[in-house]
Structure formats: C-alpha cells, structure tokens
C-alpha cells in the first residue's frame, strides 16, 4: 500500500474514532444527562471537531506542490477557520466555549497527527483522493443526510431506561 494510501486510511480511523468520542458525549448527555456544569460541558462540538479534521489537511492538500512554507501557512489557515467555525457556534447556543475548544483541539489532533507524518509525493493523486472523501463527509454531516443527532436524542433515552429497567430486575 502507497504511504498515501496509508495516511488516508490512517486519517479515517482517527476520524471515526474522533467522531465515535463525539457521539459518545452526545449519547452520555442525552442518555444520564452527563455533564460538567462548572465548565458549561455537555458534548464534544461536531460540527468543530469536523472542521478541525478536515479543513487544515484540506487547505494543506490544495497547495501541497507549492512551497514548503505557504503549505504550512495553508494547514494553519485551515486550523483558524476551524475555530471560527466553532467559535460561531457559541453565539447561536449551539456549543459553549468548552465544547467548542474540546471539538477544535480532537479535530486538530486528527488533522495534526497526519500532517506531521505527509510527504511530499503524488500530491495530485494525494489531492483529489482526500478532497474526495472530505467533501463527502462535510456534505454527510453538515448536510444532514445521516440523521445521526435524531437517532441519539431518541435512542439515548430509551437505553438508559432500559438499563435501569435490567438493573431493577437483579
């Protein structure tokens, strides 16, 4: 398998799993009401953790046959936008300002761990494969086409009852 191939395969299990961490703070919150209230935290913001996964290695991959420095100058472009993403959560009620850095710092953790490790061959190839899967998965999740937050909001409960129901019967 080429070292691209790997990276991306790499970038895509760091994503589930950033995503899996996600959903699991979703389900615990609207499961058992799981929170850290002295830190206003309920969830990891999705939307920010999928900006941070996805635009710094996207802004990075676009320019990739540019100059080492206007690369970098584009990954930590894709970084700031990232945290403006999240930051405009914050004003809607979407996510307070530790659910916003929580998404921002995994989602940059998912990008950080593969751009230290991309090298600088078949960019092209490179390119258009990652700009494949982010546009599908950007337009998956913003898009709304996999109602996962609907399916948490109503399954989390019901398995919560379920366990306090099994937990009765001991």
């Known amino acids: 398998m080429a070292g691209h191939e ?3 395969i790499a970038w895509l299990v760091f994503f589930s ?3 899996g961490l996600v959903g699991a703070t ?3 919150y609207a499961g058992w009401g799981l929170q850290i209230p002295e830190v206003g935290f309920t969830v990891i913001s999705g939307h920010t953790m999928l900006s ?3 635009y710094p290695l996207s802004f990075r991959l676009s320019l990739f046959g540019s100059a080492s420095r206007t690369s970098v100058w584009a990954a930590v472009g894709g970084f700031l936008f990232a945290a403006l993403i999240g930051i405009s959560r914050v004003p809607i009620g979407a996510h307070t300002p530790s659910e916003v850095i929580a ?8 990008s950080a761990v593969l751009l230290i490790r991309l ?3 078949e960019p092209a190839q490179t390119s258009v494969r990652f700009a494949a899967a982010a546009v599908a998965i950007v337009w998956l999740c913003y898009g709304h086409l996999a109602p996962i937050q609907d399916w948490i909001a109503s399954a989390a ?4 009852r ?3 129901s099994a937990r009765t019967w001991r």
């Open 6 to 8: 790997q990276l991306a």
């Open 17 to 19: 799993l950033a995503a």
């Open 26 to 28: 979703k389900f615990g």
């Open 52 to 54: 941070g996964a996805v």
């Open 103 to 110: 998404g921002w710092m995994l989602g940059s953790a998912v």
């Open 119 to 121: 090298e600088r061959r």
């Open 157 to 160: 409960p019901e398995l919560a």
């Open 162 to 164: 379920a366990i306090a």
